[in-house]
């Protein structure tokens, strides 16, 4: 395949929204953005706009997701609608015979969202098709170890994260707390993992503040985690990640958006993890079927079993 045909799900900027930086990130790795879908009129004449103003895309709008998948000729579509719109047109991609690239958190919003995950990862399966969640942090990785050099070949012991997520209380969970997980996937691949000694530093619905403290348990091997989150309406928002104390905190340039990990005085650059993780994406689109990743696969279902067990905490003290 020499240029993947790939439909926006979710195109407008709106809130946190990425569809016009994923639509130019896409073509810029070789992919083909043909069309796209918003909820209504209105979403799609202003999607069009930022697409063209921000990506330089023209593409086909529909205000119905599902005419286009029946109309147009994808291979894949992206889906970057909000979280509660993600079930369906995960369902939808898949009676279409289209690999996904899925925002995170892959489902949030409702108490069976981890047997719905288990049941659309083995659908995916079966049918061949490369399912992937947008979880770029692990990307960030080769920067960190370029910072602290002494922590290669280092047990985890302990890890820690900083996020700025729009939402609040427990929708911060959803929000942000893929990110530190897929980070210790990365960092401490494991067939199981485990979520253990779970305490937050409230449990107030509307909370901007949240500490989330656990033991990541990967495959018996504990590892001490501690994620502070602090609500941010928009950008920059901080960010940084610690492993066994180390600190990394995340400097973006806003005149380019350029990325930078700083530690005291010392500064490197960051190749934009989104970037990378798309061309990933890409990659495996051109690659012969069946393209289905088992690793990714499992790393979906354990991260949404860690989501759930961590959503369920935070729930159990306000019911």
Known sequence: MSAPRVGIIGARRSHQGLG???????????????????????????????LQKLAGISAKGYADGERMLADESLDAVAILAPPRAHR?????????????????PFLWGADDDLDRTLEIVDGFERAG???????????TLPAFEQLHPESQGEPLRRFAMRLAPASAGVEMIGDALPHPISVLQALV???????????????????????????YVADEQPV???????????????????VNGRWAHRVIRLRDYALFFASGAQVIDVPDPLVTHLETFVEALRADRPRVSAAENIRIRQRMS???????????ENT
Request: with cysteine; aromatic share 6%; net charge negative.
């Open 189 to 215: 691949p494991s067939k199981t993992v485990g979520i253990e000694e779970i305490h937050f530093s409230t449990h107030a619905d509307d909370a901007t503040q949240l500490s989330v403290g656990f033991r």
């Open 306 to 316: 860690a989501l759930d067990t961590l959503r369920r905490a935070f729930t159990r």
């Open 129 to 139: 098709l490369l399912l992937m969640e947008n979880c770029q942090w692990p990307a």
């Open 224 to 242: 001490e985690v501690m994620i502070e989150l602090s609500a941010s309406p928009g950008q920059p928002r901080e960010a940084g990640l610690a």
């Open 88 to 104: 369906v047109w995960l369902e939808r991609a898949l009676e279409a015979g289209l690999d996904v690239l899925c925002e995170k």
């Open 20 to 50: 016009p930086f994923v639509a130019r990130i896409l073509t810029g790795v070789g992919a083909e953005v043909p069309a796209f879908s918003c909820t209504n009129e209105a979403s799609v004449a202003e999607a069009s706009e930022q």
